[in-house]
């Protein structure tokens, strides 16, 4: 009985110890698709500094982690020796479509959450997501903006409403819908840097606030030469956190910094 226990304990290591190679193989696999997807798809949906202010990192390490770790653990779980190789492999196929299933799921998430406008208005940005559009609007905005963008956001600005359009954008907007999320109202955002510059406040009164050393926000968020007396901030609404959107003296779009620009 003795022997017969041994035999079965070293029989049972031995199934853990495959089981666990097949998963840990599967793991592998999952890990450079998953790799494979954050390359093509963070550098082209979230590019840059986006991939902060909008929580594009946030999203896919959440999204791939669940890839990674869904089809290795399943695998692992349905792997027995006992069972026929015929419903072995039913078993394995099941666990791949599920995972490819949860993957392509992932994507469209992200599809639908990645940020298409960084859009200036009145005294603010904000970072706009092509599920917040009112898509409804899209064929009657200007030719340029009648589809959303699939390389990263395009920097634009809000027109004011006017005559009959005021009564119409107050409606909206008490239904969510800001002008920056209409594309009816979308422009250039070449044609209000320099109102947006002049609605800035001076990077001083930043740094003051939050205890700053100016070179080290220099270093830290503008690239050199940093004149750092001509920057002036927008507060920024977007999906991560609280941010401020950093103008040059021209009115360019020179980056971010995860400050909140709405406190006085």
Known sequence: MKIN????????????????????????????????????????????????????????????????????????????????????????????????????????????ARPVALVFSVDRFTLVSANNVRQEELPHAASEFQRLSWSGPRLLATRLSAGTETFDAVLLASQGYDLAQRPMYWEPLSKQQQQAYLRGRPLSELLSRFSLSAPEFCKAYLLPPCAINEVRFLPLEARAGSWVVLLDA?????GFAPFDGFEQ
């Open 250 to 254: 021209a009115g360019e779009v020179l």
């Open 5 to 112: 226990g041994i035999k079965v304990a070293g029989a049972n290591v031995s199934a853990w110890r495959g089981r666990l190679r097949v998963a840990g193989m599967h793991f592998l696999v999952s890990a450079f698709v998953a790799g494979f997807v954050a390359a093509v798809v963070l550098p082209l949906w979230y590019p840059a500094a986006y991939r902060n202010v909008a929580g594009g990192w946030s999203l896919f390490s959440l999204l791939l982690g669940i890839h990674m770790c869904l089809g290795p653990l399943v695998t692992f779980l349905v792997l027995d020796a006992r069972k026929s190789p015929a419903i072995l492999k039913r078993d394995l196929l099941l666990v791949a479509l599920l995972q490819a299933a949860a993957l392509i799921y992932g994507i469209s998430v992200a599809v639908e």
